[in-house]
């Protein structure tokens, strides 16, 4: 999937190469990208399969970087918006996918982002990647 690059950017500390390492499925339903600049993580994404009615507050019970929120807290500084579609904190966001023609038709997909990188926590800039990777999720072949 692709994400445009002015997205991924406030969250990409200096280097000299990235490496993207797409993620082998340790558990049906879920699928996860790793970005790496000179060898370290420095964001991670996730699509993962919920039963039909999940919402948001219940999926992102696994998604890492959503701390402070009611069942999630992981520091407890951080707050955790809630619009609509998305989630998002500082440091990961999850957002509800739209897809036309779903992969599994009785389910949802959730889309999450996440960032190591030090330093480099954005909140604004992370509810902009997680839209961004969540309309390029739909747009991919877990939607078509």
Same mark, same amino acid.
């Given at each position: ?5 002015d997205r991924l ?15 082998v499925a340790e ?16 964001? *991670? ?13 219940? @999926?992102?019970? %696994? !998604? $890492? =970087?959503? +701390? ?29 996918? *739209? ?13 999450? @982002?996440?960032? %190591? !990188? $030090? =330093?480099? +926590? ?23």
């Amino acid at each position: 999937m692709t994400v445009p690059a002015d997205r991924l950017e406030p969250f990409l500390p200096g280097g000299q190469e990235i490496s993207v390492y797409p993620g082998v499925a340790e558990i049906d339903g879920i699928e996860r990208c790793r970005l790496h600049v000179d060898g370290e993580e420095v964001l *991670s994404f996730t699509t993962e399969w919920w039963e039909e009615g999940t919402g948001l507050r219940e @999926a992102a019970t %696994s !998604a $890492a =970087g959503l +701390s402070g929120h009611d069942s999630i807290g992981l520091d407890g500084d951080e707050k955790v918006r809630e619009e609509l579609s998305y989630m998002y904190s500082k440091t990961g966001a999850l957002a509800e996918v *739209s897809c036309a023609k779903p992969r599994k038709a009785d389910q949802e997909l959730f889309a999450s @982002a996440r960032v %190591s !990188a $030090a =330093g480099k +926590s954005d909140e604004a800039a992370m509810k902009k990647l997680v839209a961004a990777y969540a309309e390029a999720v739909g747009k991919s072949d877990e939607c078509t």
